[in-house]
């Protein structure tokens, strides 16, 4: 099993910045890639980026590319998700997320392992 914690959530103004936190505990050997994914009230989860555990190579989806970066630090067990110019738009709970090897980096349903999640609000 893996546990995934998250921090660094909160309520900020439009066109500010958050950074958010993940680290990874038990047999995080497993992990390959490790991912941040969000979800507002009424809607489904969505993919926000992922990163390999491994080789670094990352991913980001269209809605927040130039805006948000994902990163990680081996030493650490932990990812992280700069988020820049925030917009009302990204109002969210956000999820860490971890999943072996395979493809699907993006896909929800690839992801076996879950953090409890972290409130994103960001005021107009």
């Known amino acids: 099993q893996v546990q995934l914690v998250e921090s660094g959530g909160g309520l900020v103004q439009a066109g500010g910045s958050l950074r958010l936190s993940c680290a990874a505990s038990g047999r995080t050997f497993n992990i390959y890639d490790m991912g941040w994914f969000r979800q507002a009230p009424g809607k489904e989860r969505e993919f926000v980026a992922a990163?390999?555990?491994?080789?670094?190579?990352?991913y980001h989806a269209d809605s927040v590319k130039g805006r948000f970066t994902i990163s990680r630090d081996n030493a650490k067990n932990t990812v992280y998700l700069q988020m820049n110019s925030l917009e009302p738009e990204d109002t969210s709970v956000y999820y860490c997320?971890?999943?072996?090897?395979?493809?699907?980096?993006?896909?929800?349903?690839?992801?076996?392992?879950w953090g409890q999640g972290t409130q994103v609000t960001v005021s107009s």
């Open positions: 997320a971890a999943k072996p090897a395979g493809s699907g980096s993006s896909i929800r349903a690839a992801y076996p392992w």
């Open positions: 990163v390999t555990w491994t080789a670094g190579i990352t």
